[in-house]
């Protein structure tokens, strides 16, 4: 599986962007997915999950964002959405998507297989 993030970019605070992550390889309905992100000097911190199921999924937010950025998933084209609202220079990092999730904690990295080569984010004025 190969994923491919793009979306990031220069935005000023309170502002909004998409960030999506395409798949390819195997069976993308199949996999839970995940939205992780690094600030620089800081370890990568979880800040999102989306379950698979044919009906939807189940997601879990880090409570930073969580009122504020929305995970969504197409399965029809092998992509996965992050819609961030109300951004903070804190949001501030490189946004990592992962894939091949392999149970246990969601919010734990070394769950993931899977690895995008992230997209740097910027909430400055």
């Known amino acids: 599986v190969q994923l491919q993030a793009s979306g990031g970019g220069l935005v000023q605070p309170g502002g909004s962007l998409r960030l999506s992550c395409a798949a390819s390889?195997?069976?993308?309905?199949?996999?839970?997915m995940g939205w992780f992100r690094q600030a620089p000097g800081k370890e990568r911190e979880f800040v999102v999950h989306?379950?698979?199921?044919?009906?939807?999924?189940?997601?879990y937010y880090a409570d930073s964002v969580k009122g504020r950025f929305t995970i969504s998933r197409d399965n029809a084209k092998n992509t996965v959405y992050l819609q961030m609202n109300s951004l903070k220079p804190e949001d501030t990092a490189v946004y990592y998507c992962?894939?091949?999730?392999?149970?246990?904690?969601?919010?734990?990295?070394?769950?993931?297989?899977?690895w995008g080569q992230g997209t740097l984010v910027t909430v400055s004025s």
């Open positions: 989306i379950t698979f199921t044919w009906n939807g999924g189940s997601t």
């Open positions: 992962a894939g091949g999730y392999s149970g246990g904690g969601y919010y734990d990295p070394r769950m993931y297989k899977y």
């Open positions: 390889g195997r069976t993308f309905s199949s996999y839970s």
